[in-house]
């Protein structure tokens, strides 16, 4: 298949495919779909649904498992009087131990963020740009008449400046980025697409972090305000870029790209770069704690739709999900539970709770996320079929480093004790129940959003 191939279809005005190319068509009922039936590929159905609400075309990179492979290509729809046509191109395959099962996870958390979205060759140069932000339009203006050139030439790289020749994409992935026209501070994360390229976002960099001028240094610290935001501010960057480095080589060395190796050797270089993505884990772990504990942190509240997160989580993680043959039960489409929040914060609990519910929860079972609302506030929760939470363990859970005594499954110990602050930063709450036996029943609770047009909903 080469990758100018053109797949195409068309969806009703209810999202249904009502005609699709032979390729399409064989990708909808590999996801479980029929023809005509609801679109089956999660990311195309947000895709067209955003389109069709917005009322203009919309083009970006998806990615979806079809069965024992992960999908990459480019989507473009435009929405039309009677349905939405579809294309796709672009498209490159990978196995999901190869790619990885969080790597498309991972692209679609910083897509819900990201700022500006650009499709680069096998050799990063730019295929096209979409920016979102209005102090990115010079940039993507630039980028869109210098078509072929490297993404690197239309924004200035500092950390790396003084590399001249091109680099290796983990080298760049994360790096710090300054844009002409903008005075925000961006990073650049790049998603490798196969032999297609690469799918690169810029998100902007930091944590909002609002200090009280007013706070003096402790008289039993008098260094304590140097450390402040130490992890975040210094080590973190510090770290990423050789940690990325030590992942590039070691991965250089499994895929035998510098000549020929025994299977041993490459098994070993494949657990080093294991180890280095668990260590940037870890890292922006500790930079996220850091910034929680901080004492003038305060998420920025936004309108939001709870129900509409719920779904956009579960998108997220659907593919790690049907590896274990795990139904995610998500709230209906029309379903909404309006709310107060930062949109990207409350993504980020539900991404946490949802990774430890398809974690530990049997296989071959379903985890259920439910919204509802009183109207002064709003409720979800994340329900699974797993072993449940004694007492004991509950009044633990959300401590610091606490694991319940797990070990070598790749967690922190963090993630709760997280999200619990955020939940709270946010002006709500974060608890579980002591339910042995009957699985675990995590719930988040936000102030309800009053003062909207998307009406009180429960599901």
């Known amino acids: 298949m080469k990758a100018l191939d053109l797949a195409h279809g068309v969806s009703d005005p209810d999202d249904r495919l009502t005609d699709a190319s032979e390729v399409l068509a064989d990708w909808q009922r590999r996801c479980g779909g029929e023809l005509p039936g609801v679109i089956a590929i999660p990311a195309l159905l947000e895709l067209v649904r955003s389109a069709r609400r917005a009322g203009t075309p919309l083009a970006r990179t998806i990615t979806f498992l079809d069965e024992t492979r992960v999908l990459s290509m480019w989507a ?16 490159r395959t990978s196995a999901v131990e190869d790619g990885g099962a969080d790597a498309p996870g991972a692209a679609a958390l910083v897509r819900q963020i990201a700022e ?101 240094p402790s008289p039993q610290a008098p260094d304590a305000a140097s450390w402040n935001g130490i992890i975040g501010r210094e080590l973190a960057p510090a770290l990423r870029q050789p940690i990325n480095r030590i992942i590039a080589n070691a991965e250089t060395i499994r895929t035998r790209l510098a000549g020929p190796l025994s299977d041993e050797y490459s098994t070993y270089a494949g657990d080093i770069a294991e180890a280095g993505r668990h260590l940037l884990g870890l890292i922006e772990d500790l930079a996220d704690l850091e910034a929680v504990e901080a004492e003038g942190f305060k998420p920025a509240p936004d309108r939001i739709d709870l129900a509409d997160c719920a779904r956009r989580a579960a998108g997220i993680l659907s593919v790690r999900a049907q590896e274990r043959a795990i139904r995610l039960a998500t709230p209906a489409e029309e379903a909404r539970t309006p709310a107060i929040g930062e949109f990207r914060r409350v993504l980020q609990i539900l991404i946490n709770l949802l990774n430890n519910a398809i974690r530990y929860t049997p296989g071959s079972s379903t985890v259920t996320l439910t919204c509802w609302t009183d109207g002064v506030r709003a409720w979800l929760c994340v329900a699974d079929e797993g072993q449940g939470l004694t007492q004991e363990q509950v009044d633990q859970l959300f401590a610091k480093f606490e694991r319940l005594g797990r070990s070598g499954d790749g967690g922190t110990g963090l993630g709760l004790y997280i999200s619990r602050r955020l939940a709270r930063a946010m002006g709500g709450d974060l608890s579980v129940e002591a339910t042995p036996g009957q699985g675990a029943r995590f719930v988040l609770e936000l102030p309800a959003d009053t003062n909207t047009e998307m009406g009180v909903s429960e599901i």
């Open 76 to 91: 473009a729809v435009t929405p039309e009087a009677d349905g939405t046509r579809i294309e796709l191109s672009r498209w």
């Open 116 to 216: 500006a979205q650009v499709l680069l060759d096998a050799e990063q140069r730019v295929v096209s740009v979409d920016a979102m932000a209005a102090d990115l339009a010079g940039m993507a203006a630039a980028m869109r008449e210098g078509i072929g050139r490297r993404w690197t030439e239309f924004v200035n790289l500092a950390e790396l400046e003084h590399h001249q020749s091109a680099l290796h994409w983990r080298l760049l992935d994360d790096a710090a980025v300054g844009i002409d026209g903008s005075v925000r501070p961006w990073r650049a994360r790049l998603f490798p697409m196969g032999d297609a390229g690469f799918e690169l976002l810029l998100v902007p960099d930091g944590i909002g972090i609002i200090p009280h001028e007013s706070v003096a």
